[in-house]
């Protein structure tokens, strides 16, 4: 542990450090003037608070850096962080949460927080407001709410609301605000996506290399594989035999160049049986760009089985 700026021992260090700058200094004898044993002192002082207000300088410098971290990370987090007094009244909010709410941060200190809060949700913040600021103790809680822009569009936000309590001050709500938009729309579309794949159509989920990850019942009843078959296989161990080559260059030249690619298809049954269906592929990108998944969905129904007449499949 370091000894204190006002410490014995503090004192003792910085005197032999301030005697060993002065060490080509003569140290004055008993006999020599007392003169020169008082500039000697001062001279011994005098690098004594040279030190000490490097070592200052130094402590400043670190301060105000880890300032300039905590600043950074408290404005630009990618949470919103609002602070609500009792009253209400939004008394702190960052940059991220100005930005959210599309409002200048100026005008958002000393608004009411209820103000930003979309119409049909405000009783909902009140009460959940009061209970918060009910809590005996610090506690934390969170919830969902429709927020309003300065445009007054509505998104959902999920907030998390801790109630805290200053020393010597009234207590305060302190909220991370965070825009679940994409979260939701994400959401609604797996929804959507869980019905289609519920659908009479038949539909195989591959991953980029291929691979089948998942199939609907329907594609089941086309195939007359089961799912436990089919998962972790290659599409091509349904092929015909009554495509060429150059039918599967030009299918993946489409899906390169457009992301997706529709037509006819003859695919073989488990039984042998060879079918026809209209076939649409389309490639899954993610943020970046990169493809994903392919989904492969059959729009309508196969035509009835024919007698197999092109021999053994070859592609």
Not at 131 to 146: I, R, Y
Not at 155 to 165: C, H, K, V
Not at 191 to 207: E, G, L, N, P
Not at 259 to 274: A, C, H, L, M, T
Request: hydrophobic share 40%; net charge negative; proline share 5%.
């Amino acid at each position: 542990m370091k000894p204190d700026w006002n410490g014995i021992e503090r004192r003792q260090l910085l005197r032999e450090a301030a005697e060993a700058v002065l060490v080509n200094v003569m140290q004055p004898e008993p006999e020599i003037h007392p003169a020169e044993v008082l500039i000697h002192e001062l001279l011994v002082h005098k690098v004594e608070l040279e030190m000490q207000n490097e070592e200052l300088r130094r402590a400043h410098d670190a301060l105000e850096e880890a300032r300039d971290r905590y600043v950074d990370l408290y404005e630009f987090a990618p949470v919103g962080y609002i602070t609500v007094n009792r009253e209400g009244m939004v008394s702190e909010i960052n940059m991220t949460g100005a930005d959210v709410l599309g409002i200048n941060r100026i005008k958002l200190i000393n608004a009411r927080f209820s103000s930003l809060v979309a119409p049909q949700h405000r009783d909902r913040w009140h009460r959940l407001f009061m209970s918060t600021m009910e809590q005996p103790e610090e506690g934390s809680s969170v919830f969902e709410l429709d927020m309003m822009r300065a445009d007054k569009s509505v998104f959902p936000a999920q907030i998390n609301a801790l109630r805290i309590q200053p020393p010597g001050a009234a207590p305060v709500v302190r909220l991370a605000l965070v825009d679940i938009s994409t979260s939701r729309q994400a959401e609604t579309e797996l929804r959507i996506a869980a019905i289609a794949f519920k659908s009479q159509y038949s539909m195989m989920i591959t991953d980029a290399s291929g691979t089948i990850l998942r199939v609907n019942a329907a594609f089941c009843r086309t195939t007359g594989y089961s799912a436990e078959e089919l998962i972790g296989q290659n599409p091509r161990m349904l092929h015909s035999g009554r495509h060429d080559a150059k039918f599967y260059t030009a299918m993946w030249a489409s899906i390169t160049n457009s992301d997706s690619w529709e037509g006819e298809v003859w695919n073989r049954r488990k039984n042998g049986d060879i079918q026809s269906a209209y076939l649409t592929i389309n490639a899954v990108k993610d943020v970046d760009g990169i493809i994903t998944h392919y989904i492969a969905s059959y729009l309508r129904h196969p035509e009835p089985p024919l007698a197999d007449t092109a021999g053994p499949a070859s592609h």
